[in-house]
């Protein structure tokens, strides 16, 4: 199903750069998610993941803090922008709410948008979906751009923050 969406937003689906070691998007991190992530228009980002039994908490249930992971990063990326001048912000707050159990082992489907700009700071969301569409978590984020002393942007691709090719 997941695969089919894929094809017909082809078009439009720009990837996103990976890291090298960032626990959710870096490509040589061994125990990270190693996600891929896709713009699919101006704001709005999505990626799938089919999470693995040892990151379980009650017995074939996602277990929370993994779920508050993947909001985090995809509601931060989701204002992340043209990746030759990407945004980086820090989360200063995460808000979540569990609706349903988040199942191990089935495709999940997560989705990023931004929301209201306001300064260095802004606000995004994510959703968590299952394969039928039902949304199963979401979070809201509040964001504030990384001052630009943190930021060796120069270093960016030595830091391993690229493109991959798929
Ligand atoms: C380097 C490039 C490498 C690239 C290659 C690797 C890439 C890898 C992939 C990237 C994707 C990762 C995505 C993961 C996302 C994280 O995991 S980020 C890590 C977790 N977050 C942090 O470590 C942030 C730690 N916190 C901080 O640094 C600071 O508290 C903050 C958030 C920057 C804010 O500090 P500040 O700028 O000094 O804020 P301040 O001036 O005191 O306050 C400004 C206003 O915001 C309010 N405020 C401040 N903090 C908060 C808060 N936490 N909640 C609510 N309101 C707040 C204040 O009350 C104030 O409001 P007003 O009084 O103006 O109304």
């Known amino acids: 199903m ?3 969406r894929k094809t017909a937003m082809t078009a439009k689906r720009l990837k996103q ?13 061994p125990v990270g998610l190693q996600l891929k992530i896709y713009q699919i228009e101006e704001g709005v980002i999505e990626t799938t993941y089919t999470a693995p039994e040892h990151f379980q908490g009650y017995p074939g249930v996602l277990h929370g803090g993994i779920i508050a992971t993947l909001l985090d990063e995809i509601s931060g990326r989701a ?19 569990y609706r349903r159990n988040v199942p191990i ?9 931004k929301l209201e700009n306001r300064g260095r ?3 995004g969301w994510a959703g968590i979906y ?8 979401e979070g809201t984020t509040l964001l504030f751009d990384i001052p630009p002393h943190l930021l060796p942007l120069k270093d ?11």
């Not at 043209?82 to 808000?95: A, C, H, I, V, W």
């Not at 960016?156 to 798929?166: I, N």
């Open 17 to 29: 750069p990976n890291s090298r070691h960032c626990f959710v998007c870096g490509v040589e991190n």
């Open 130 to 137: 299952d394969e039928k569409g039902n949304l199963l978590a």
């Open 2 to 4: 997941f695969q089919e």
């Open 121 to 123: 700071a802004a606000q």
């Open 156 to 166: 960016l691709e030595e830091l391993g923050w690229k493109v991959y090719p798929d």
């Open 105 to 113: 082992g089935q495709p999940l489907r997560i989705v990023g948008k």
């Open 79 to 97: 204002h992340m922008g043209d990746p030759s001048q990407p945004r980086f912000m820090y989360t200063g707050k995460l808000e979540v709410i």
